[in-house]
């Protein structure tokens, strides 16, 4: 069942079964672990994103020192049920979105904003994802003027870290980032 009048915000990945009893382990794409923690409504998207089916959540907690939680999901109660739910996306709607303070933002915000150079004003290409390592990673697939046939098969990503410094300016309104990258940066694309 797939609703589009919802926006859907990702809270996590399922990456495996944990234990016999359906248990699952959760990579956790926000820094709000009530997500997780508190019995509710959730839903599951499958890995192709072609649809999105509400569920219950049990339980869920922490693992100390890590980003994943681990679940019990209504109607879950075996293994094999789990590993059936590997790469799923589970979402939450848009609605129950906690409030942000100035300078925060929420991944789905900052996927799909265009990056371009502050300095120069060159468009460098787009976000793609966001990791958490320390600080927050974002993935920026670049857009390459100079590609040919055989270099555009291989997609050119860089990692930046979202730190003032480098992406001091985020502008929503107009979907777009600005940022400093440190010298020799844009070279490393792989």
Do not use: C
């Given at each position: 069942?797939?609703?589009?009048?919802?926006?859907?915000?990702?809270?996590?990945?399922?990456?495996?079964?944990?234990?016999?009893?359906?248990?699952?382990?959760?990579?956790?794409?926000?820094?709000?672990?009530?997500?997780?923690?508190?019995?509710?409504?959730?839903?599951?998207?499958?890995?192709?994103?072609?649809?999105?089916?509400?569920?219950?959540?049990?339980?869920?907690?922490g693992v100390a020192g890590k980003n994943?939680?681990?679940?019990?999901?209504?109607?879950?109660?075996?293994?094999?049920?789990?590993?059936?739910?590997?790469?799923?996306?589970?979402?939450?709607?848009?609605?129950?979105?906690?409030?942000?303070?100035?300078?925060?933002?929420?991944?789905?915000?900052?996927?799909?904003?265009?990056?371009?150079?502050?300095?120069?004003?060159?468009?460098?290409?787009?976000?793609?994802?966001?990791?958490?390592?320390?600080?927050?990673?974002?993935?920026?697939?670049?857009?390459?003027?100079?590609?040919?046939?055989?270099?555009?098969?291989?997609d050119k990503k860089i990692f930046i870290?979202?730190?003032?410094?480098?992406?001091?300016?985020?502008?929503?309104?107009?979907?777009?980032?600005?940022?400093?990258?440190?010298?020799?940066?844009?070279e490393l694309a792989h």
């Amino acid at each position: 069942m797939k609703n589009n009048n919802n926006k859907w915000l990702e809270i996590g990945t399922i990456v495996a079964p944990r234990g016999l009893k359906g248990e699952l382990k959760v990579l956790s794409s926000t820094d709000f672990p009530e997500r997780f923690e508190i019995p509710g409504q959730r839903w599951l998207q499958s890995p192709d994103g072609l649809s999105t089916e509400p569920i219950e959540l049990i339980s869920g907690k922490g693992v100390a020192g890590k980003n994943i939680y681990i679940i019990r999901l209504e109607g879950i109660n075996d293994r094999n049920k789990a590993e059936s739910l590997r790469d799923y996306k589970l979402l939450i709607i848009d609605e129950t979105i906690p409030e942000l303070d100035k300078d925060e933002y929420h991944v789905s915000q900052l996927i799909d904003l265009e990056v371009y150079d502050q300095k120069t004003g060159r468009l460098l290409g787009t976000v793609v994802d966001i990791f958490s390592a320390g600080n927050d990673l974002l993935e920026i697939k670049l857009i390459d003027n100079t590609e040919t046939e055989a270099t555009k098969k291989k997609d050119k990503k860089i990692f930046i870290p979202f730190v003032y410094e480098i992406v001091p300016v985020v502008d929503l309104e107009h979907k777009k980032i600005e940022i400093n990258p440190p010298k020799g940066l844009l070279e490393l694309a792989h």
